[in-house]
Nanobody
Framework: QKQLVESGGALVQPGGSLRLSCVVSGYPEDNFGIAWFRQAPGKEREGISCISSFGANTNYADSAKGRFIISRDKSKNTFYLQMNSLKPEDTGLYYC?????????????????WGKGTPVTVSS
């Protein structure tokens, strides 16, 4: 069965770094895109970054641009979100999700399979 499992969330001080992982299983081919979303307290879920099938295209929310990097390790079926220069406003529950269109999309409606999330708290 298709499944995404996030890990790596933690309590981090402002200015720190964290790498989130998303292990994907159940897909026979590299035919899907991956997006990272964040749901902050009191806010709706928002797209943070995405990567297309085969990793050709990436995109970032303005809030993440220049600080976050999305990548993949194809051999491990694992996708990463490297987060640097973390700010308190980065706090939230981070989800990875798969888009079976293969697109780099940060729209919740475009996602087909979701992980359960991993919490990130940025606080001094």
């Amino acid at each position: 069965q298709k499944q995404l499992v996030e890990s790596g969330g933690a309590l981090v001080q402002p200015g720190g770094s964290l790498r989130l992982s998303c292990v994907v299983s159940g897909y026979p081919e590299d035919n899907f895109g991956i997006a990272w979303f964040r749901q902050a307290p009191g806010k709706e879920r928002e797209g943070i970054s995405c990567i297309s099938s085969f990793g050709a295209n990436t995109n970032y929310a303005d809030s993440a641009k220049g600080r976050f990097i999305i990548s993949r390790d194809k051999s491990k079926n694992t996708f990463y979100l490297q987060m640097n220069s973390l700010k308190p406003e980065d706090t939230g529950l981070y989800y990875c999700a798969a888009a079976e269109t293969g697109w780099c999309s940060m729209l919740t409606s475009g996602m087909d399979v979701w992980g359960k999330g991993t919490p990130v708290t940025v606080s001094s």
